[in-house]
Antibody, heavy 121, light 106 residues
Framework: EVQLVESGGGLVQPGGSLRLSCSAS????????MHWVRQAPGKGLQYVST????????YYADSAKGRFTISRDNSRSTLYLQMSSLRAEDTAVYYC??????????????WGQGTLVTVSS | DIQMTQSPSTLSASVGDRVTITCRAS??????LAWYQQKPGKAPKPLIY???SLEGGVPSRFSGSGSGTEFTLTISSLQPDDFATYYC????????FGQGTKVEIK
């Protein structure tokens, strides 16, 4: 059974940093691209970032460029999102999602339950 | 960047109704389109990929169609479990989501 479990969310002050993790199981993690998507309270889904299967290519939404870094450890089947210079508008539930291919431009077939990040003083 | 526009934003319907949601892309995305269902407090659930292919376990009352810039999600006979918010997503070039369509009880 495919499982994606996010962790690392919490309350952080504006300008602070946080690292999210997504622990994967039930599939060959190193074979698939992985994605981060967020959802602000009461709002729609917003794409954040993608990493291809071997970690060699990364992509970011404009809102994340220069502040967020996506990475993965295929030996640990874990996806990461390092977030810095956090702003109030980054407050959201952050979901990790498994791609259906090794490359970035593919659909997703499994999502984690999400982890809440709250940016507030 | 590719923009995705869904309509309507809210849809009121009754059990048994046929429901159609439209999604338009700002440029051609071939059939690189997915649909998701989301219920409050839950993660999005993939329903359809490649515009018209049903994910495993998704009831056959759900169907998708379209190509290029115009796409539709149809629920042939709305069931109580189908009241939720639906999102389209393009994956032709990175990802972009539509703003969502809330299907509520009439």
């Amino acid at each position: 059974e495919v499982q994606l479990v996010e962790s690392g969310g919490g309350l952080v002050q504006p300008g602070g940093s946080l690292r999210l993790s997504c622990s994967a199981s039930g599939f060959t993690f190193s074979s698939y691209a992985m994605h981060w998507v967020r959802q602000a309270p009461g709002k729609g889904l917003q794409y954040v970032s993608t990493i291809n299967s071997n970690g060699g290519k990364t992509y970011y939404a404009d809102s994340a460029k220069g502040r967020f870094t996506i990475s993965r450890d295929n030996s640990r089947s874990t996806l990461y999102l390092q977030m810095s210079s956090l702003r109030a508008e980054d407050t959201a539930v952050y979901y990790c999602a498994k791609g259906t291919q090794s490359y970035s431009d593919s659909a997703s077939d499994y999502w984690g339950q999400g982890t809440l990040v709250t940016v507030s003083s | 960047d590719i923009q995705m526009t869904q309509s309507p934003s809210t849809l009121s319907a009754s059990v048994g109704d046929r429901v159609t949601i439209t999604c338009r892309a700002s440029q051609s995305i071939s059939t690189w389109l997915a649909w998701y269902q989301q219920k409050p407090g839950k993660a999005p659930k993939p329903l359809i990929y490649k515009a018209s292919s049903l994910e495993g376990g998704v009831p056959s009352r759900f169907s998708g169609s379209g190509s290029g810039t115009e796409f539709t999600l149809t629920i042939s006979s709305l069931q109580p479990d189908d009241f939720a918010t639906y999102y389209c997503q393009q994956y032709n070039s990175f990802w972009t989501f539509g703003q969502g369509t809330k299907v509520e009880i009439k």
